[in-house]
């Protein structure tokens, strides 16, 4: 549960709260190169951390995020034109390059030199591991990329999908570090028709008997990881252990690549744009990795041609199928991505957490919502968070084994490099 205030201040990222400045000392994900595919092509609207902003690609392929309202009179750039190393607005002709800088003003006398007074907000942009990012931070703390595994494989090694949740970021990334509901939302009515091939090393069945797996979390200097012990026989556990990376990035349980993650991106305080990552560390994917994907349905939504926005969604209850819900699977919706979506949708934009019952099984929701507020109350003290100038420390990997050892501490130190520890 979450005051009012606390849930506020959780979960707001808009210029000068709290979080948003927390956000905003991070690199942050916001698109796909596809979304600018060469110099000079069309802008692109973007939103981000509640500010609205304009993407484009210079004739020198550089990438330029500005903000969306034109300084002389407030038209949007998202209609201007993407010419000769600038976006010039389409009102009275104002210019302007990826660095915020007024570079040309054909409105005014040439012997003016007003148009050098002239600047407005642009924000650093990289390209890496197949995203674009963005800084929206103060320059001179300028964060470093954090080195996930997924960002360091080549292009081939990895595939990203991109679509919009309508709730806060906070709701999304809750159900990444949710282990328990693994064994509901997800699941066949006959464990035994559970495709196989799901990435879980615990045999559904088994998943099905055990439907209240003992939490443990460790914090670590990146944000924590932490441990899912379900019982699977006499003297046998599976451990699934998650990697809970800040501010907003998950590594989910896996015995084989291909593998990932998801990554939650505040659009504003209601809406999110998540990231889906699935990687090999050794080889490019093949068609068989997403044919088995598909089978096991942990695959990205649908989405509407043109659009970030996935087919199934609110307005058509996720296509919901009663008889598929009453015959075959626990929710009767397709995927798994969709699942996620369609049940944290339905707790509203933010939810109200003073109004929940938290119990055992969510101690990782609790200790992400304690390091997130945290890191916001010390930012508010001057006190840096560690891991935006470390990008280093995001070098883990998530794991799902089993094992006879009950004990985390143990598993951890047992699975050695690359399993829930440092790589
Ligand atoms: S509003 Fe953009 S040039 Fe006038
Ligand atoms: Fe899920």
Request: aromatic residues 10%; hydrophobic residues 35%.
């Amino acid at each position: 549960m979450l005051s009012k205030e606390d849930n506020e201040f959780a979960c707001r990222v808009g210029p000068g709260t709290p979080m948003g400045e927390l956000f905003r000392r991070f690199w942050l994900p916001a698109m796909l190169p596809d979304e600018l595919p060469h110099a000079d092509c069309p802008p692109v609207r973007l939103r981000l951390l509640g500010e609205d902003l304009v993407a484009f690609r210079d004739s020198n392929n550089k990438i330029g995020v500005v903000e969306a309202h034109c300084p002389h009179r407030g038209a949007s750039l998202y209609f201007g034109r993407n010419e000769e190393c600038g976006i010039r607005c389409v009102y009275h002709g104002w210019k302007f390059d990826v660095d915020g800088n007024c570079v040309d003003m054909p409105s005014e006398p040439p012997e003016s030199n007003f148009k050098d007074k002239i600047h407005i907000t642009a924000y650093p942009t990289a390209v890496h591991g197949g995203l674009i990012w963005v800084y929206m931070g103060p320059e001179h703390l300028r964060a470093e990329l954090p080195q996930l595994e997924w960002t360091q494989v080549p292009e081939s090694h990895r595939s990203v999908s991109k679509w919009y949740q309508e709730t806060n970021y906070l709701q999304g990334y809750e159900g990444d570090i949710d282990s328990s509901h693994a064994s509901f939302l997800h699941t066949y009515l006959d464990p035994a028709a559970s495709p196989s091939n799901d990435g879980s090393a615990i045999d559904p069945k088994q998943k099905a008997l055990d439907k209240a797996p003992k939490i443990v979390v460790n914090d670590t200097d990146y944000g924590f990881r932490y441990g899912a012990r379900r019982t699977i026989g006499e003297g046998t556990y599976n451990w699934r252990v998650t990697q809970a990376l800040l501010p907003t990035y998950s590594l989910i349980p896996f015995i084989r690549f291909p593998a990932g993650g998801r990554a939650w991106i505040p659009v504003d305080d209601n809406r999110t744009m998540t990231f889906y990552i699935s990687y090999h560390p050794d080889r490019p994917l093949i068609d068989q990795d997403l044919a088995m994907r598909r089978t096991g349905r942990a695959f990205p939504p649908e989405l509407i041609p043109g659009t970030f926005i996935p087919k199934r969604n609110m307005t058509n209850d996720y296509l919901l199928d009663r008889e598929v819900q009453r015959t075959t699977t626990y929710t009767g919706i397709w995927g798994v991505n969709d699942q996620d979506r369609a049940i944290q949708e339905s707790m509203g934009p933010i939810y109200d957490r003073g109004k929940e019952h938290l119990g055992t099984s969510d101690l990782a929701i609790i200790t992400a919502r304690k390091r997130l507020l945290n890191l916001a109350r010390e930012l508010q003290q001057g006190i840096e968070p560690f891991p935006a100038s470390h990008g280093d420390v995001y070098r883990v990997r998530a794991m799902d084994v089993n094992t006879p050892v009950d004990n985390f501490d143990a598993v951890i130190a047992s699975h050695g490099s690359g399993l829930g520890a440092k790589m």
